[in-house]
């Protein structure tokens, strides 16, 4: 009786396909790494860290993986972040915002004489308050405050005639009356007789997202 024996061939070893969870995963690393870089380097004064340039970035790394990660199959979720992204920097582009330069933090300022009146005012997250109701003015001046994200409030001198311009990316403006809400949000405002004045006022105010509020 003769018996044949069977040799039985060993499957090949199947190599396991890269789950999305781990694609995420790496891809949440990838801007956290982004995010924190970009962040360091404005802290160390290196940059100037705006939300005109961290929305590229991110746009920038959200399609590098897209481009990596395509053989693995469609990922919905990088490309549907990625069109809000491109809406971003759209937005960015037409609207730009302040920086976050400022710190973080509630920010008081009260000014009573002209000669400590400075050029400029800003808070990167926090709340701005500059209060000039008590101002007493020799000359026109120009001033600029800017928050990143949180509010502005500023309290005019009684009777000086001004010229208010406010910029919102998201949130809500009223400049002594004009008032206005939503995304990418301007109103101006200007007193009566500005142009004939000697003495004026003028103030542009910006902020990423939240409040600017100009009362007398």
Do not use: C
Request: hydrophobic letters at 45%; aromatic letters at 6%; proline letters at 5%.
């Amino acid at each position: 009786m003769q018996t044949s024996n069977t040799l039985e061939r060993p499957l090949p070893a199947s190599v396991p396909a890269r789950s999305r969870n781990s694609f995420g995963a790496i891809l949440g690393g990838a801007i956290l790494v982004l995010l924190g870089g970009l962040w360091t380097l404005d802290v160390a004064g290196a940059i100037e860290l705006k939300w005109a340039v961290v929305w590229p970035a991110l746009l920038t790394v959200i399609g590098a993986a897209l481009i990596i990660g395509a053989w693995n199959g469609p990922h919905s979720g990088p490309v549907v972040a990625g069109l809000f992204l491109s809406i971003a920097v759209v937005a960015m582009a037409a609207f730009p915002l302040p920086s976050f330069d400022g710190g973080v933090g509630n920010r008081q300022f009260r000014v009573t004489q002209q000669a400590s009146l400075a050029a400029s005012y800003e808070v990167g997250v926090g709340d701005l308050t500059l209060d000039l109701s008590d101002l007493q003015m020799v000359e026109s001046a120009t001033v600029q405050v800017s928050a990143g994200a949180g509010s502005i409030t500023v309290v005019l001198p009684p009777s000086v005639p001004v010229d208010l311009d406010g910029t919102v990316g998201a949130g809500e403006i009223n400049l002594l009356g004009e008032r206005g809400d939503g995304l990418s949000v301007t109103r101006h405002y200007e007193s009566e007789g500005f142009d004939s004045a000697s003495i004026t006022l003028s103030l542009d105010l910006s902020v990423g997202a939240g409040q600017i509020e100009v009362t007398r």
